[in-house]
């Protein structure tokens, strides 16, 4: 959706209007010993017929306040009234009247579409002589009505997502709850989803709260409530949070520098709020509206450009959570890191994928995928929900044998020497593949002895994780009650316990804040520095600029392979003389899609 389109939803219904009040609410949790307080005398009024975002980092308190609003939890203090309902004395009557749809929505995988809507429609109440209407507008909303007899389990995530969204809105309900709906589904999905969103605001005159870890997201909504620590930082249409910092933004251009270190010399540098690689510039936040000298920033570049650029709602989210947290310690490379690394000089493959194929029964996920990764390069893998990225990656890690074609990872050969490969390499997935009920520590020990450290070295390396990722006041929690940012860097601390020379991110950022995500990335460019290859999938094309190259996958098959801006000048028109990678993303797919649809 783009901007223009984002203003039109503004005008349904009088925005005196309140939908959802909060009276000085507060809620505390208990996990373990520690009490932690989700919302902290929070005074909210969201009115109708708009689109309100919810936007924090990670345990700020979203979804604890998305829970409240929908009469699942009861406040400890204050009062929510919904659609005029009390929630705590009415939560029936109030969950009656609303959508809510959590950020793992129920659906039933081994069920099929249709049966999905049935059970929905049956918990809702819908009488049966409205639901054939019903289903054939939900289903030609959300174009999910060739599937109908698809398995849920079977759909991508993309599609999950819209036919959750679906079973949400069955029986239209006056106020939608949507927590997360767009984390893990790929940018043409997104669009999809938030014209749907859209849609329902502007035709329907429905009220809708988002929340979202998409900054992007938030510049398209009415309003914006900005939640950390529980408590409220401010309420406001984006553009008024933005304006805070206008003349603020520069981008920076260092024609001879990798654009990753002038990133990084640019993150540590005094008075800098935000430094974000953005296509081939940096983008940089100041503290004040003074003109930054450069050549102090960025030493040994004298022909670095600075150009001033309007304050963005990002800039002005990032700024208020730095005041209140401090930026992150510097990954110190680990021992001995560099020695064994610089084995074959700088040009050497450390991941070739040669005419790869992966069947599973007569389904081709993966069609003869070609490329090649040198080391210290960071390599994207980017693709739609059902690209075939993970198959590729799971084959990459030993963990799937391919069904065709050849793969050789650190010089070895994975059909003959699997194990032997998994040595060498370190492999953090989507859903970070930690044990919930075990504590950080216990993750670590856990891992450090799978990797085969023992003695000295495991106890070292124990303490060497959690000092860098700065996870000692978490040592003793467990796993599952932490926040996501947190859990990340668990993962990742775990991935490289055993100083892996190939790391392998599946999705590493899905669903984390912004700034866990600026802090991963710097970790990512460190490790690169230190010769580690990286080899990653993602969903947020603006990490797609931190690659040096990248491969973007449509149906088990690569559409384009290259450095970023080569990707992006294929993309360019008349129309849009200078693509995001998001928009060259889209152009590929869709032209992907129109010409297997002439050819099919």
Same mark, same amino acid.
């Given at each position: 959706?783009?901007?223009?389109?984002? /203003?039109?939803?503004?005008?349904?219904?009088?925005?005196?209007?309140?939908?959802?009040?909060?009276?000085?609410?507060?809620?505390?949790?208990?996990?373990?010993?520690?009490?932690?307080?989700?919302?902290?005398?929070?005074?909210?009024?969201?009115?109708?017929?708009?689109?309100?975002?919810? !936007?924090?980092?990670?345990?700020?308190?979203?979804?604890?306040?998305?829970?409240?609003?929908? &009469?699942?939890?009861?406040?400890?203090?204050?009062?929510?009234?919904?659609?005029?309902? %009390?929630?705590?004395?009415?939560?029936?009557?109030?969950? +009656?009247?609303?959508?809510?749809?959590?950020?793992?929505?129920?659906?039933?995988?081994?069920? /099929?579409?249709? #049966?999905?809507?049935?059970?929905?429609?049956?918990?809702?109440?819908?009488?049966?002589?409205?639901?054939?209407?019903?289903?054939?507008?939900? *289903?030609?909303?959300?174009?999910?009505?060739?599937?109908?007899?698809?398995?849920?389990?079977?759909? =991508?995530?993309?599609?999950?997502?819209?036919?959750?969204?679906?079973?949400?809105? !069955?029986?239209?309900? @006056?106020?939608?709850?949507?927590?997360?709906?767009?984390?893990?589904?790929?940018?043409?999905?997104?669009?999809?989803?938030?014209?749907?969103?859209?849609?329902?605001?502007?035709? @329907?005159?429905?009220?809708?709260?988002?929340?979202?870890?998409?900054? %992007?997201?938030?510049?398209?909504?009415?309003?914006?409530?900005?939640?950390?620590?529980?408590?409220?930082?401010?309420?406001?249409?984006?553009? #008024?949070?933005?304006?805070?910092?206008?003349?603020?933004? $520069?981008?920076?251009?260092?024609?001879?520098?990798?654009?990753?270190?002038?990133?990084?010399?640019?993150?540590?540098?005094?008075?800098?709020?935000?430094?974000? !690689?953005?296509?081939?510039?940096?983008?940089?936040?100041?503290?004040?509206?003074?003109?930054?000298?450069?050549?102090?920033?960025?030493?040994?570049?004298?022909?670095?450009?600075?150009?001033?650029?309007?304050?963005?709602?990002?800039?002005?989210?990032?700024?208020?959570?730095?005041?209140?947290?401090?930026?992150?310690?510097?990954?110190?490379?680990?021992?001995?890191?560099?020695?064994?690394?610089?084995? &074959?000089?700088?040009?050497?493959?450390?991941? #070739?994928?040669?005419?790869?194929?992966?069947?599973?029964?007569?389904? $081709?996920?993966?069609?003869?995928? /070609?490329?090649?990764?040198?080391?210290?390069?960071?390599?994207?893998?980017?693709?739609?929900?059902?690209?075939?990225?993970?198959?590729?990656?799971?084959?990459?890690?030993?963990?799937?044998?391919?069904?065709?074609?050849?793969?050789?990872?650190?010089?070895?050969?994975?059909?003959?020497? +699997?194990?032997?490969?998994?040595?060498?390499?370190?492999?953090?997935?989507?859903?970070?593949?930690? $044990?919930?009920?075990?504590?950080?520590?216990?993750?670590?020990?856990?891992?450090?002895?799978?990797?085969?450290?023992?003695?000295?070295?495991?106890?070292?390396?124990?303490?060497?994780?959690?000092?860098?990722?700065?996870?000692?006041?978490?040592?003793?929690?467990?796993? =599952?009650?932490?926040?996501?940012? $947190?859990?990340?860097?668990?993962? *990742? +601390?775990?991935?490289?316990?055993?100083?892996?020379?190939?790391?392998?991110?599946?999705?590493?950022?899905?669903?984390?804040?912004?700034?866990?995500?600026?802090?991963?990335?710097?970790? !990512?460019?460190?490790?690169?520095?230190?010769?580690?290859?990286?080899?990653?999938?993602?969903?947020?094309?603006?990490?797609?600029?931190?690659? %040096?190259?990248?491969?973007?996958?449509? +149906?088990?098959?690569?559409?384009?392979?290259?450095?970023?801006?080569?990707?992006?000048?294929?993309?360019?028109?008349?129309?849009?003389?200078?693509?995001?990678?998001?928009?060259?993303?889209?152009?590929?797919?869709?032209?992907?899609?129109?010409?297997?649809?002439?050819?099919?």
């Amino acid at each position: 959706m783009n901007d223009n389109e984002a /203003t039109t939803h503004h005008h349904g219904s009088p925005p005196d209007q309140v939908v959802l009040e909060f009276k000085n609410v507060s809620k505390t949790f208990t996990a373990g010993k520690r009490k932690i307080k989700a919302l902290d005398n929070v005074e909210v009024r969201v009115p109708a017929g708009v689109i309100t975002g919810l !936007i924090g980092p990670d345990g700020a308190g979203k979804t604890t306040l998305m829970r409240l609003a929908a &009469g699942l939890l009861v406040p400890d203090t204050g009062t929510i009234t919904v659609l005029g309902l %009390d929630a705590t004395h009415d939560s029936l009557a109030v969950q +009656a009247s609303i959508g809510y749809m959590p950020q793992r929505f129920g659906l039933y995988e081994d069920l /099929t579409v249709q #049966e999905n809507l049935d059970l929905y429609a049956d918990l809702q109440g819908v009488a049966r002589d409205q639901r054939v209407d019903r289903y054939r507008e939900l *289903m030609r909303m959300t174009g999910l009505a060739p599937f109908t007899s698809r398995l849920a389990g079977r759909l =991508s995530g993309g599609m999950k997502q819209k036919l959750g969204l679906a079973c949400t809105l !069955i029986h239209p309900p @006056q106020l939608l709850l949507l927590d997360e709906p767009t984390v893990g589904v790929d940018p043409v999905s997104r669009r999809e989803l938030w014209s749907i969103v859209d849609r329902l605001v502007r035709e @329907q005159g429905m009220s809708v709260v988002l929340s979202t870890a998409y900054l %992007d997201e938030a510049e398209q909504c009415h309003e914006v409530i900005m939640l950390h620590l529980g408590k409220l930082l401010g309420k406001k249409p984006p553009g #008024e949070f933005s304006r805070k910092l206008e003349g603020h933004a $520069y981008t920076v251009r260092a024609p001879g520098l990798n654009k990753r270190n002038v990133q990084k010399k640019l993150a540590q540098g005094a008075g800098v709020i935000d430094a974000v !690689i953005q296509g081939e510039r940096v983008r940089l936040v100041m503290d004040s509206t003074e003109r930054p000298a450069i050549k102090e920033l960025l030493e040994g570049s004298d022909d670095a450009l600075l150009q001033p650029v309007p304050a963005r709602f990002e800039d002005s989210f990032i700024a208020m959570l730095r005041s209140q947290t401090s930026k992150p310690k510097s990954l110190a490379p680990q021992t001995d890191f560099n020695q064994r690394r610089r084995i &074959g000089g700088g040009d050497n493959k450390v991941i #070739e994928v040669h005419d790869v194929a992966r069947r599973f029964g007569d389904f $081709y996920a993966v069609k003869h995928v /070609t490329f090649d990764v040198k080391q210290g390069e960071v390599f994207g893998l980017l693709g739609a929900n059902g690209a075939g990225k993970s198959t590729t990656f799971r084959m990459l890690c030993g963990l799937l044998p391919p069904s065709g074609g050849q793969l050789r990872v650190a010089g070895l050969d994975l059909r003959k020497a +699997a194990a032997a490969a998994r040595a060498r390499i370190g492999y953090m997935s989507q859903k970070f593949s930690l $044990y919930g009920n075990l504590s950080v520590r216990q993750n670590l020990n856990f891992f450090s002895g799978v990797y085969g450290l023992h003695g000295q070295r495991r106890a070292a390396k124990i303490a060497w994780a959690l000092q860098q990722f700065e996870l000692e006041g978490q040592a003793d929690a467990v796993s =599952s009650d932490l926040p996501l940012g $947190y859990k990340q860097r668990l993962a *990742m +601390a775990c991935a490289l316990m055993h100083e892996p020379e190939i790391l392998f991110l599946d999705e590493p950022t899905s669903g984390v804040d912004p700034l866990a995500r600026r802090e991963f990335w710097l970790r !990512i460019n460190e490790l690169a520095e230190q010769g580690v290859t990286v080899l990653v999938t993602t969903h947020f094309m603006e990490e797609a600029e931190y690659c %040096d190259r990248l491969a973007i996958m449509s +149906a088990g098959k690569i559409l384009a392979l290259g450095v970023p801006a080569e990707i992006k000048q294929e993309a360019s028109s008349r129309e849009n003389a200078d693509p995001t990678m998001e928009d060259a993303f889209i152009s590929l797919i869709q032209a992907d899609e129109e010409e297997s649809e002439s050819n099919g």
